[in-house]
Nanobody, 129 residues
Framework: QVQLVESGGGLVQAGNSLRLSCAISERTGSRYTMAWFRQAPGKERDFVAAITWSGGGTRYADSLKGRFTISRENTKNTVYLQMNSLRPEDTADYYC??????????????????????WGQGTQVTVSS
């Protein structure tokens, strides 16, 4: 059974940075496409970023390009989300998601939450002004 555990959330001031981590516990060596989503209070869950198994393909929400970076270390079964220049509107619960299939590119279709089979419990990020 696949488990995803996020960490790294917290309270930060606007303009600062945070790095979220998502540890994947799975022993079969399957290749997963990974993504981050976020959900602000009272809002829908939104796509943040996704990355191919190789790490060579990524896609970001247009509004986050240039500030957020997704990466992964397969030797550590971990995916990261580096968030820079944080703003109060980045305040949300951040969720890691996995799809048990390897893609060569992240297509727009993979921006949909319904494309992912496994989800973490989320980590809260609060950005104060």
């Amino acid at each position: 059974q696949v488990q995803l555990v996020e960490s790294g959330g917290g309270l930060v001031q606007a303009g600062n940075s945070l790095r979220l981590s998502c540890a994947i516990s799975e022993r079969t060596g399957s290749r997963y496409t990974m993504a981050w989503f976020r959900q602000a209070p009272g809002k829908e869950r939104d796509f943040v970023a996704a990355i191919t198994w190789s790490g060579g393909g990524t896609r970001y929400a247009d509004s986050l390009k240039g500030r957020f970076t997704i990466s992964r270390e397969n030797t550590k079964n971990t995916v990261y989300l580096q968030m820079n220049s944080l703003r109060p509107e980045d305040t949300a619960d951040y969720y890691c998601a996995a799809r048990k299939r390897s893609f060569s590119v992240i297509t727009p279709q993979l921006m949909g939450a319904d494309m992912y089979e496994y989800w973490g419990q989320g980590t809260q990020v609060t950005v104060s002004s």
